[in-house]
C-alpha cells in the first residue's frame, strides 16, 4: 500500500503516531487475506448490519423533470442508519484482532459516533466519541443514542466546535495513548492507511449497487451520483464504477449557495492543496496556511478537507464535483419525503438534490445512481426549524 | 548549522536549554524581550512557534497561546521578521522555527527557506512532517545549510530511530513521552532506557522535550542528552503574569532556574 493518490495523501503526523499507523496497515492487510476476517465481516454485515441494503426505483422525482430514472441506493437501511457502520464494524474487527480494547472516534452528524458506539458495544469494546459542542447540539438524538449504547461522548468547544475540531481532540487523544487504543477514523480522510482502509470497508456499497443495478435493468447506470463531505459513501460508491463508461459526480455542500466568497464546505471546487489533518488533499485555507471556517446545513458536510483519494479524481477528472446548497438540500429533504416517502439525512439530501439537476441536463430515459448515505430521523428537529424559519408563514 | 553545531559544542559537560516561545505572543513587540530576557538568562537555543489554526500536537497551554497570536494576525511571514528584530538587537543565538507544515508549504518551501537564511533563522521543527515525508524539505535545508529537526517516539522501532536520527540535521528532537505538549509533573517512566535506545540510534545531538518543566527533571537528564526543551511551563509562568515588566521577570527567573539544572 503506498499510501497516495498521484500527488495527494500521505502521512503527515506526530512521529508517536508512525508506530501504530504501521501496525494498522500491517493488521488490516493481514485481515484482507484472512478467511476468517472476511467470513466474520460478512457475517456482521449481514446479521447485523443489514447487508444487502435494497436499491429502490423513485416513482416519481426524476421521472417527473425529465422521463429520467433515479435509483437510490439505501444505506439508510443499514442498522444505525448511515453507511458509517460498514465501516464501523470493519475497524472495529480489526482493532480486536490487534489487541485494542478502547476505541476512540470523532464523530459530525453523529451518524459515525452511532455507527462505532453499537459496533463496540456489539464486540464489547470500551468507545469514547470526540463532538463538537454545535453538532451535539444540532444533533442531540444521535448523542442520547452513543450513551444509550454505552459510549462516553466528550463535547468539544475549540475552534468551531464542529467535525474538524473533534477529529483534532481525537488524534491529541491517540497521541497520548498510541499503544492501548485504536482511532476508529469515520471518513476516507486522515493519514495514510485511513483512506485506503475506508474506502476498502465502504466498497461494499459500489459492488452491491452495481449487481443490484444490473440485476434489474441490465448494463450499467449512466450517472452515479454522491455527496462528499469526508468522501466516504461516495468513494464506496464509486469504486465500483472507476473503469466504467459511467459519469460520477460527487456533490459537496455549497452551504449558502453565493459560491466561493459565502460561507460553504467545498473544498473541491474552491479550495487548494495543502496538508490537515495528516494528509495532503484539497483545503478551504487563507493566504497563510490557516483553515478555514466552513459552513453546511449537514453536519456530516460540514469540512475543511476531503479524502485525497477525491483531490486525485478531482485533477484527473474521473470524477465530476458539483454542490448543492442549504436550501437545495433542505427542499430535497422535504421532497423526497412527501414525493417518495423516504426521509433522507440532510447530506444524503445534498446527493439527490445533485441527481435532480443532473436528470434535467441528461436525455430522457437516463439511469441515475444516487447514494442514499443516511436517512434523516437525526436532522428532524433542526430541518424542519431550517425549513418554517426559510418558508416563514407560509408553510 | 554553524549556530546550531556550536550550542551543542559542550554539551556533555553542559546540558543545552531550548526555550520554546509562540510568535506574537502576547504580542510581536514583547516577544522580541522575552527572547532577549531567555537568552540573557541562560537559553542556549530559541525555538520560535509559528501559530496554526490547527495544532494536532500541542495541548491546551501552546494552543492558547498560539490561538491569541493568530487572532492579532501573526503570519509566518511576521514571524520571519520577528526572527529579523531579534537579530538587529545583536542577539546571536539560535532561531530554530517550530510549526506545522501547511502554513509553510503555502509559503512555498523554496521562499521560505531563502528567507528564513536572510532573516538568520537556524533551522525548522515540523511536528507534523516525519522524516519519511520530508524530502523536498531537505533539499532547501542543504541549499541553505539550514537545520531539519526530526523526532522520536518512545515507540519508534530500532531501525525507524536509525533512520530518523540520520535525516535529521541539527538535532534529534526526543519526544519524552507520549501525548502532546503540557506541564508534566514527572518525567515518564522508562525514559532512561529509552533515551539509551535513542543514543544508540543517533550520531546527531539529542534534545529531550514535552513536559520538561522543573529543574529536577533537568537535573536527572544531565550527562544523558545534549539539550533539553522547555515549552509549556514556561508560557504558563508568562501566562499568568500580569504586566510585561513581570513577564520578563518570570521568564529571567525560569529559565534561570532550569539553566542552573543543566550545570
Ligand atoms: C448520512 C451521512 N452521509 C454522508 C456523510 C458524509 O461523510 P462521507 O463523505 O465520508 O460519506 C455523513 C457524515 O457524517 C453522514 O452521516
Not at chain 1, 326 to 341: C, H, I, P, W, Y
Not at chain 2, 53 to 65: E, K, M
Not at chain 2, 124 to 133: G, N, Q, R, S
Not at chain 2, 140 to 163: C, D, M, T
Request: aromatic share 6%; glycine share 10%; with cysteine.
Amino acid at each position: 500500500m503506498s499510501g497516495w493518490f498521484g500527488g495527494y495523501g500521505g502521512q503527515f503526523v506526530a512521529e508517536t503516531l508512525v508506530a501504530p499507523l504501521e501496525e494498522l496497515e500491517a493488521a488490516y492487510q493481514k485481515a484482507q487475506a484472512s478467511e476468517e476476517f472476511l467470513g466474520e465481516l460478512d457475517d456482521l454485515l449481514n446479521r447485523f448490519i443489514g447487508r444487502p441494503t435494497p436499491l429502490t426505483r423513485l416513482r416519481r422525482l426524476g421521472v417527473e423533470t425529465n422521463g429520467c430514472t433515479l435509483w437510490l441506493k439505501r444505506e439508510d437501511l443499514t442498522h444505525t442508519g448511515a453507511h458509517k457502520i460498514n465501516n464501523a464494524i470493519g475497524q472495529a474487527l480489526l482493532a480486536r484482532r490487534i489487541g485494542k480494547q478502547r476505541i476512540i472516534a470523532e464523530t459530525g452528524a453523529g451518524q459515525h459516533g452511532v455507527a462505532v458506539a453499537a459496533a463496540c458495544a456489539h464486540l464489547q469494546l470500551d468507545a469514547t466519541i470526540y463532538m463538537g459542542r454545535v453538532d451535539a447540539e444540532r444533533q442531540a438524538p444521535n448523542v442520547q443514542r452513543m450513551e444509550l449504547l454505552g459510549a462516553e461522548v466528550r463535547l468539544v468547544d475549540n475552534g468551531t466546535a464542529t467535525l474538524k475540531d473533534a477529529i483534532n481532540e481525537a488524534i491529541r487523544d491517540w497521541i497520548a495513548h498510541p499503544d492501548s487504543t485504536h482511532y476508529l477514523l469515520g471518513s476516507v480522510v486522515g493519514p495514510h492507511p485511513f483512506p485506503t482502509i475506508v474506502r476498502g470497508f465502504q466498497s461494499v456499497i459500489g459492488r452491491e449497487a452495481r449487481q443490484q443495478f444490473q440485476d434489474a435493468v441490465g448494463g450499467l447506470p449512466d450517472a452515479v451520483v454522491a455527496c462528499v463531505g469526508g468522501g466516504s459513501n461516495s468513494v464506496g460508491m464509486f469504486s465500483a464504477f472507476l473503469d466504467d463508461p459511467v459519469r460520477l459526480v460527487g456533490i459537496q455542500a455549497a452551504g449558502e449557495g453565493l459560491g466561493p466568497g459565502g460561507r460553504h464546505a467545498a473544498p473541491l471546487l474552491y479550495g487548494e492543496p495543502g496538508v490537515l489533518q495528516g494528509t495532503r488533499t484539497y483545503l478551504l485555507q487563507d493566504d497563510d496556511g490557516q483553515i478555514l471556517l466552513t459552513h453546511s446545513v449537514a453536519p456530516g458536510l460540514d469540512y475543511p478537507g476531503v479524502g485525497p483519494e477525491h483531490s486525485h479524481f478531482k485533477d484527473t477528472g474521473r470524477v465530476e464535483y458539483r454542490t448543492a446548497s442549504d436550501d437545495q438540500a433542505l427542499s430535497t429533504f422535504a421532497l423526497l419525503s412527501r414525493a417518495e416517502g423516504i426521509i433522507p439525512a440532510l447530506e444524503s439530501a445534498h446527493a439527490v438534490a445533485g441527481a435532480l439537476e443532473l436528470a434535467e441536463e441528461l436525455p430522457s430515459g437516463s439511469n441515475i445512481l444516487v447514494n442514499l448515505s443516511g436517512r434523516g430521523d437525526k436532522d428532524l428537529v433542526s430541518a424542519l426549524a431550517a425549513l418554517r424559519e426559510r418558508d416563514g408563514a407560509d408553510r | 548549522m554553524r549556530r546550531l553545531e556550536h550550542a551543542f559544542a559542550d554539551s556533555q559537560r553542559e546540558t543545552a536549554l531550548v526555550a520554546y516561545l509562540t510568535a506574537g505572543y502576547p504580542n510581536l513587540d514583547e516577544t522580541v524581550n522575552l527572547v532577549d530576557a531567555a537568552c540573557a538568562a541562560g537559553a542556549d537555543i530559541i525555538e520560535l512557534g509559528a501559530p496554526f489554526s490547527d495544532p494536532l500536537g500541542d495541548g491546551p497551554v501552546i494552543q492558547a497561546t498560539t490561538q491569541q497570536a493568530l487572532r492579532a494576525g501573526v503570519t509566518v511571514a511576521a514571524t520571519l521578521d520577528l526572527v529579523a528584530k531579534v537579530r538587529a538587537t545583536g542577539n546571536d543565538v539560535p532561531i530554530m522555527l517550530m510549526g506545522y507544515c501547511n502554513p509553510f508549504l503555502r509559503y512555498g518551501l523554496p521562499k521560505l527557506f531563502a528567507d528564513a537564511a536572510s532573516a538568520g533563522a537556524d533551522g525548522f521543527i515540523v511536528p507534523d512532517l516525519p522524516a519519511t515525508e520530508s524530502s523536498d524539505w531537505l533539499v532547501e535545508a542543504e541549499r541553505h545549510n539550514l537545520g531539519q529537526v526530526f523526532f522520536a517516539a518512545p515507540g519508534s522501532s530500532p531501525e525507524r530511530l536509525r533512520r530518523t536520527a540520520q535525516k535529521s540535521r541539527g538535532f534529534l528532537y526526543c519526544l519524552a513521552d507520549n501525548g502532546v505538549t503540557g506541564v508534566r509533573d514527572r518525567l515518564a517512566d522508562g525514559l532512561d532506557a529509552y533515551l539509551a535506545r535513542v543514543r544508540a540510534a543517533a550520531t546527531t545531538p539529542v534534545a529531550v522535550g514535552f513536559g520538561i518543566s522543573r529543574p529536577e527533571h533537568v537535573a536527572a537528564l544531565r550527562g544523558k542528552v545534549d539539550g533539553v526543551i522547555v515549552g509549556s511551563a514556561l508560557l504558563k509562568r508568562i501566562g499568568a503574569a500580569t504586566t510585561w515588566q513581570q513577564r520578563i521577570a518570570e521568564t529571567t527567573a525560569l529559565i534561570g532556574e532550569l539553566k542552573e539544572a543543566c550545570r
